[in-house]
Structure formats: structure tokens, C-alpha cells
């Protein structure tokens, strides 16, 4: 509520549609050319390791049980079991009905527990039930939410409700982090996507995430500068970091590579941590993992010797 | 227009990955007979690994009898275009073994089953049922002979496995792509790398992703030794060199046997 008392909810509106458009070409040029950047050697090996301790590790599947998530879990914690010196990843994240089994297969790893709320994907429920499901997750020991905007009612351009939303979660959400799905890929426009990110940070996001995973277009390069852009200048305006999660569509570590990248050269060293930058992936972290085996061990690596997840 | 204003049309005989035929992912090249062909690096022999992996599943699906389809149509292929060989110093003898050979491979893709294969006689009430399966994805060192290099891709490939091949004769190895790419293989199950083998074959030694290892045309008995060394880390089957070997010999089931693994299953006999 801090940051609303200072542009007043009646100016939502109004600031949203003021904040500068965003310049198309510019910003996928400037993504491309950032994912040109050659990173080799022991720069690849320690971008390597930040990588898999940024991961998110996800499942969020109608068949997921109790054991596919304890072996995650497990796979979270200790991602390459042949090599102690390999990191842990950030964090799990499940469905609210998983929390409790992730909870206890997590406990005293510090491997922060995820979970997806609000209604997830969709977010179309009333918010009596989103607030319930936000409140069900951190009590089972969710230390994270991931929540889902209304897209419809940004589209719509119900801007208060959407925060007013936001701002009744982040409460139900208590001492738990609170990640936003903005959902780009339905939001259709660049210009829409910062909206939707200073909505976000505006009514109390911790972290502003790209995507749910169920959509066609899922996390971009361009949409992430975009939305990095948006924390950076967030920070200046109001003095407080959020994170960034792009999530869904980044499968090896060529493309994990180029996201950092480009967070150094948008935002800079300060978000260059766990701590503020995630990658919402589950086929990424073996990727990942063969790519160290394959600067270990001088070999190129093969799946066949990591788990399926 | 005066014939001597026309330009001349140069050929760059590129790699073969995938289906396609890109330049080498380093920009290297080398000079084959006043022609420019790529020289692979080992980046080439990693994304030839992937297209191989990728493809290898399906192709182990198609049936037996499409496998050996597509293989008599690459001998149909050859058949027409067998003049392209001929500057390369390809005789009418070894261009006519040469489709020989590959019809005879062709035959064998559902036959192979039933001689490697079949029922068990067991002590107990079971059906004990053993067929062959192809490894894999095999990289080969092939020998320069076109006659050679056909002699160890097709028994590789006839029972599903696909190919990195690593071909000293940049230009009737790209020719014979060539016929592959226009013979309805699908891209990636005969991938051809060029340039020295004694660059890229360590590469592929070691890699976990290949699961056997022919060495069939390398001719320094070290480096085999060496090749066969980095394969035993993630346990491939090797195939050793043949320095002497004759490819207008019947090659007989060996080299078929050689890249195929038996899996063996026991069912309860119900009454």
C-alpha cells in the first residue's frame, strides 16, 4: 500500500498509460544481440553453476504424485549426485495439493518450496478461492507463491481490480515471497508487458515471472529485457529490488547463458543471484548438467547417464 | 553469349547433417582436388551426434520392410546418378558392387530377425523369445573407397541404427550423400563428417551419447589404440580396424551381428 499512497489507485490509469511505449525493433534487436555474446571456458563453468542454483525446479502436470515429487526433490537438492561440488537449485515448485509431500521431502536443505496459487493457470476463479488456495499453500509450508494475474480483467483494462487482487494475495500470503505471472504471452503487446509489470510491482510483487508454462508463447528474451528494464527503473523510482522469473520455453544452456547475460548488461550485478533472478524450467537443469559434466570431465555428456524427470 | 563468357559454377562439398548439407560450424575448409570441401570441427561431430540421437528412435520404428525399402531405393539412386562417381576414380567394377552391396543389405532388413533371433528351448513353462535390437547411434571412421565407405554404413543402419561418419574422401563421401539425401533417408540417420578424422574421431570416442565406435578405416594403429581407450569410459562396442580388408568379399552377417543387441524375454506359458 506504500507505493499506491504515492500515485494515489485513482492514477493508475493514468501512470500506466503514461509510462513510455516500447520500442519494438529496438528491443528485440537489442535482445539478439545480446544472445550473440560468447561466454566460454571457466566464465560458461561459474555461469553454469549460477544458472542451476537460479532454478526453479517445476512440475506442474494433472499427473504428478507424491513420489514424482519426492524424487524431484531429491534431484533438487543434489542435482548431479556424482559430484558433491555440483550446487543446489533454488527452489521446487508444485501444485498447492503437492506442498505438504515437498515440504517434507525439502525440510532442512534450504531448497526453498514453490508452490503455484490463485487459481493457477487460469486465474479465472473468485478470489475468496484464490485467497483460500494462497493461504492453503503457506500454511502447508510454501515458502514462495506463485500467483496468476487476471488476465481478463487487464485486458479489459480493470486495472484496480487486477491490483486490488495482487495487494489481498500478497497479504494471504503473509511472510511467504510473492511471485506475479504476468502471463506475456496473452498480453500481446511489449507495452502491455511493462504495464503489467509496474502493476505488479506497484501493489507489492517481491518477483514479476514471465509465464505460467501452459500457453504457446512462453518466456522470450525480448519480454525479460523488457521486464528488467521495469525493476531497474522500479528501483530507482521507489527504492525497493524485485526479481525476475521468466519461466516455460528455455530448455538448454545456451539460452539460460544469454538470459544472464542479458541481466548484466540491463540491470547489472545486483540481480545476478538467486535471490533475484529465476528460471521457472524442468528439462533446462539437465541441459545444464551435461554441459558441466561436459567441462569436467573433457567429454561431451549423453542423457542417458541423468534421470528422467 | 560465347562459351567462354559463361561463369563457372564451383562445387563446395559441405558437410552432410540432419538431412542437410551446412558448412563447417568453425568456417573451415580445405582443398580436394581444386575444389573447396568442409573441414569438421568438433562442434560438427557434437550437432551430427544430436541430428543421429534424434533421428534413431523413429527410424528403429519403421518397419523392417520400409527400412529395406528405403535402403533398395538408394540403390535405385545410385544406379542413375553412378556417373557422378567416375571422376572421383570410382571404376564401373566398384560402382557395380558398390549397388550390389546396398541391395543385398536391403534384403537382409527383415530377415536379419529371424537368423539372430527366434525361440529358445527353456527348462520351464516359458516362452523364451530373443530378437535383436539396433544399439543405436554408431560413429564410424570409414575407409576412402566408396565401396568401403557403403560397406560399413549400410549394415549399421539396415536394423535401425543411425550414423556419424567420419569420411577421409570428402568428395565421393558428399556425392554419396548426396544420393541419401534424395533416396528418402530421413535426415539425420546418415550424418557425414569431413576433413581428418584424427581430429574429430576423440570427440566421439569419448562422447556418452554414442553407443558404438567402428573403426574400420583408421590407419594408425596408435590412434585406434587410443580411440578404443577413451570408448571403454562409457563402455561402446568398438569394431576394430581392418587395414587389410576386402570389401569385394561376401561381408556375411558380422558386420550386421556386430551393432545389434540381443533382448532376451521370458513369458509364463499359460495353459
Redesign the interface.
Known amino acids: 500500500m506504500t507505493a499506491t499512497a504515492s500515485i494515489g489507485l485513482s492514477d493508475l490509469r493514468s501512470f500506466l498509460h503514461g509510462l513510455p511505449g516500447v520500442d519494438k525493433v529496438g528491443v528485440e534487436s537489442r535482445a539478439a544481440a545480446l544472445g550473440t555474446r560468447s561466454v566460454k571456458a571457466s566464465a560458461k563453468a561459474s555461469a553454469i553453476d549460477l544458472a542451476i542454483r537460479m532454478v526453479d525446479l517445476t512440475t506442474l502436470e494433472g499427473a504428478d504424485t507424491p513420489g514424482k515429487v519426492r524424487a524431484l526433490c531429491a534431484k533438487g537438492r543434489r542435482p548431479d549426485p556424482a559430484d558433491p561440488s555440483c550446487p543446489a537449485v533454488a527452489a521446487i515448485c508444485v501444485y498447492p495439493a503437492m506442498v505438504p509431500v515437498a515440504a517434507a521431502a525439502l525440510a532442512g536443505s534450504g531448497v526453498h518450496l514453490a508452490s503455484v496459487a490463485t487459481a493457477f493457470p487460469s486465474g479465472q476463479a473468485p478470489l475468496e478461492v484464490k485467497l483460500a488456495d494462497t493461504r492453503a499453500a503457506v500454511e502447508a509450508g510454501a515458502d514462495e507463491i506463485d500467483m496468476v494475474i487476471s488476465r481478463g480483467a487487464f485486458l479489459a483494462g480493470e486495472y484496480n481490480r487486477v491490483f486490488d487482487e495482487i495487494v489481498a494475495v500478497k497479504e494471504a500470503s503473509g511472510a511467504a515471497h510473492l511471485k506475479v505471472i504476468l502471463e506475456t504471452g496473452e498480453l500481446a503487446t511489449y507495452d502491455n508487458v511493462r504495464r503489467a509489470s509496474w502493476l505488479a510491482m506497484l501493489a507489492g510483487a517481491d518477483f514479476i515471472k514471465t509465464s505460467t508454462g501452459k500457453v504457446a508463447v512462453n518466456a522470450t528474451l525480448p519480454i525479460t529485457l523488457v521486464m528488467l528494464e521495469a525493476v531497474r527503473d522500479y528501483r530507482i523510482a521507489y527504492n525497493r529490488q524485485v526479481g525476475v522469473k521468466p519461466a516455460g520455453g528455455i530448455k538448454n544452456t545456451k539460452d539460460a547463458i544469454k538470459y544472464l547475460v542479458t541481466i548484466n548488461e540491463t540491470v547489472g550485478d545486483d540481480w545476478l543471484s538467486p535471490d533475484w533472478f529465476r528460471f521457472g524450467a524442468s528439462s533446462l537443469l539437465n541441459d545444464l548438467l551435461m554441459q558441466r559434466?561436459r567441462l569436467t570431465t573433457?567429454?561431451?555428456?549423453?542423457?542417458?547417464?541423468f534421470t528422467l524427470d | 553469349m560465347p562459351k567462354s563468357a559463361r561463369l563457372a559454377v564451383r562445387k563446395t562439398y559441405k558437410l552432410f547433417i540432419g538431412g542437410a548439407f551446412p558448412r563447417s560450424e568453425s568456417g573451415r575448409t580445405f582443398v580436394v582436388n581444386g575444389d573447396n570441401a568442409a573441414l569438421a570441427s568438433r562442434k560438427d561431430a557434437r550437432d551430427a551426434v544430436l541430428a543421429a540421437r534424434a533421428a534413431q528412435p523413429k527410424w528403429a520404428g519403421a518397419t523392417a520392410y520400409n527400412r529395406g525399402q528405403v535402403l533398395y531405393r538408394i540403390a535405385e539412386m545410385l544406379e542413375a546418378r553412378r556417373r557422378e562417381f567416375t571422376p572421383f576414380g570410382v571404376k564401373a567394377d566398384e560402382m557395380d558392387a558398390t549397388i550390389d552391396r546396398w541391395v543385398w543389405y536391403a534384403g537382409w532388413s527383415d530377415k536379419i530377425a529371424q537368423v539372430t533371433g527366434g525361440a529358445n528351448p527353456v527348462a520351464g513353462p516359458f516362452f523364451n523369445i530373443s530378437s535383436p535390437e539396433p544399439t543405436g547411434v554408431v560413429a564410424v571412421v570409414a575407409p576412402p573407397s566408396l565401396l568401403g565407405l557403403v560397406s560399413v554404413i549400410a549394415p549399421a543402419v539396415v536394423t535401425g541404427n543411425t550414423v556419424v561418419v567420419l569420411a577421409p574422401e570428402a568428395q565421393t563421401a558428399i556425392t554419396l550423400a548426396e544420393v541419401l539425401a534424395t533416396s528418402d533417408v530421413p535426415g539425420g540417420v546418415v550424418n557425414i563428417l569431413t576433413g581428418k578424422y584424427a581430429e574429430t574421431a576423440p570427440w566421439l570416442a569419448a562422447h556418452a551419447d554414442v553407443n558404438a565406435l567402428d573403426l574400420t578405416g583408421v590407419e594408425h594403429a596408435e590412434l585406434a589404440a587410443e580411440l578404443e581407450r577413451a570408448a571403454a569410459g562409457t563402455l561402446k562396442r568398438v569394431i576394430r580396424p581392418r587395414p587389410d580388408a576386402d570389401f569385394t568379399a561376401d561381408p556375411g552377417l558380422r558386420p550386421m551381428t556386430a551393432l545389434l543387441e540381443t533382448k532376451t524375454v521370458w513369458h509364463p506359458k499359460g495353459e
Open positions: 559434466t573433457g567429454h561431451y555428456a549423453g542423457p542417458d547417464y
